[in-house]
Antibody, heavy 124, light 108 residues
Framework: QITLKESGPTLLKRTQTLTLTCTVS??????????VGWIRQPPGKALEWIAL???????RYSPSLERRLTITKDTAKNQVVLTKTNVDPADTATYYC????????????????WGQGTMVTVSS | EIVVTQSPGALSLSPGERATLSCRAS???????LGWYQHKPGQAPRLLMY???NRATGIPDRFSGSGSGTDFTLTISRLEPEDSAVYYC?????????FGQGTKLEIK
């Protein structure tokens, strides 16, 4: 059974650095085709995809956030880490990590399994 | 970047009725990479449909998807009270994997 669980600080101040961890189980971050993404949802707003890392360390970022984002993985710990520098109140959101899989034909799949999310508040 | 627009923004229907939710992309999308999610307050989003018309594991056949090019539709027939949620479409083929702004479905 695949599960993902997000963890990180609940409260930050403007200009600080946010570090979020996604701990996964039921699959390996080195399995060919595996990807783990981060998606956030500000209060009362829509889902927003922000970053993704693949089993081969290929990375993708939202263009509007790329300059302040870094996504990495620690395969020994089964963790994916998202770092965002210089946060501001607009980064207040629930942050989710989610699993995706590319099939043997090279077709990427949707985000099929999600964590429960972690709420982060950034104060001014 | 593909912009995804959903309509209507909100919908209020009665149990047993049919809901039709629309998703429009700013440029043509391979239907292989169009998905729908259901999101209830306090819960993780749940994958409903992938490849435009394929139901995810455990999704009842009351849910169906269709479309191609720039226009896609999620249909929920025989609405039940537990279908009350926000529904998002997403294209997930090429980065950035943008979501629509969501359709809030209320079951009266």
């Amino acid at each position: 059974q695949i599960t993902l669980k997000e963890s990180g600080p609940t409260l930050l101040k403007r200009t600080q650095t946010l570090t979020l961890t996604c701990t996964v189980s039921g699959f390996s971050l080195t399995n060919p085709g595996v990807g783990v993404g981060w998606i956030r949802q500000p209060p009362g707003k829509a889902l927003e995809w922000i970053a993704l890392i693949y089993w081969d360390d290929d990375k993708r970022y939202s263009p509007s956030l790329e300059r302040r984002l870094t996504i990495t993985k620690d395969t020994a710990k089964n963790q994916v880490v998202l770092t965002k520098t210089n946060v501001d109140p607009a980064d207040t959101a629930t942050y989710y990590c989610a699993h995706r899989q590319t099939d043997s034909y090279g077709r990427v799949g949707p985000f099929d399994i999600w964590g429960q999310g972690t709420m982060v508040t950034v104060s001014s | 970047e593909i912009v995804v627009t959903q309509s209507p923004g909100a919908l209020s229907l009665s149990p047993g009725e049919r809901a039709t939710l629309s998703c429009r992309a700013s440029q043509s999308v391979d239907s292989t990479y169009l998905g729908w999610y259901q999101h209830k307050p306090g819960q993780a989003p749940r994958l409903l449909m992938y490849g435009s018309s394929n139901r995810a594991t455990g999704i009842p056949d009351r849910f169906s998807g269709s479309g191609s090019g720039t226009d896609f539709t999620l249909t929920i027939s025989r609405l039940e009270p537990e279908d009350s949620a926000v529904y998002y479409c997403q294209h997930y083929g090429n980065s950035p994997y943008t979501f629509g702004q969501g359709t809030k479905l209320e079951i009266k």
